[in-house]
């Protein structure tokens, strides 16, 4: 079983939630933390996922990986873009291409992919008046969940 397929399955049997909680799993050399400020039968509404590898990455430099989550994700508002590449931090950081906006508002994913394997996935919502921005919950189906789990997890 993959860490997508045993998190879709984890979500489907899960009780309804309605505030802030961490669901971890662990599978096939993978864990999820999913921090969850709401889960019901068809989606969730998510404040941050992190995806860790518990075994070793392949020789895949950071470069690659980042351009490969670049090409792969596809199940979130906004097409991804790699922003940076920080080789000394060993940290690769990508955002929306475009992001969403209403008014003086802008919305957008950031993913931060370290070069062991490890994602961090959020939301911000950031002022097009000012340099301030604030992390903001996102909502997803369990597919999508799932989805954006595989793409960041397949190497």
Known sequence: MTLAEAVRAKLDERRPIYSRE???????GWTAEL???SLESLGARCWEVTLSRTT?????????????????????????????????????Q??????????ETLYY??????????????RYQAS????RREQIDFT???????KLIEDLTVE
């Not at 961490?22 to 096939?28: F, P, Q, T």
């Not at 997803?140 to 799932?146: Q, S, V």
């Open 22 to 28: 961490i669901l971890v799993v662990n599978e096939a």
């Open 35 to 37: 921090t969850l400020d």
């Open 140 to 146: 997803l189906t369990h597919e999508a969940l799932a």
């Open 94 to 103: 990508l955002r929306s291409i475009s992001p969403a906006s209403k008014g």
């Open 128 to 131: 097009t008046v000012s340099t």
């Open 56 to 92: 070793p990455v392949d020789n895949v430099s950071l470069d690659q990986q980042a351009n490969r989550i670049a090409s792969r994700v596809t199940g979130l508002l906004e097409p991804l873009r790699v922003v940076e590449i920080d080789q000394s931090r060993q940290l690769a």
């Open 109 to 122: 994913y950031e993913i931060e992919r370290h070069v062991s394997g490890r994602s961090l996935v959020r």
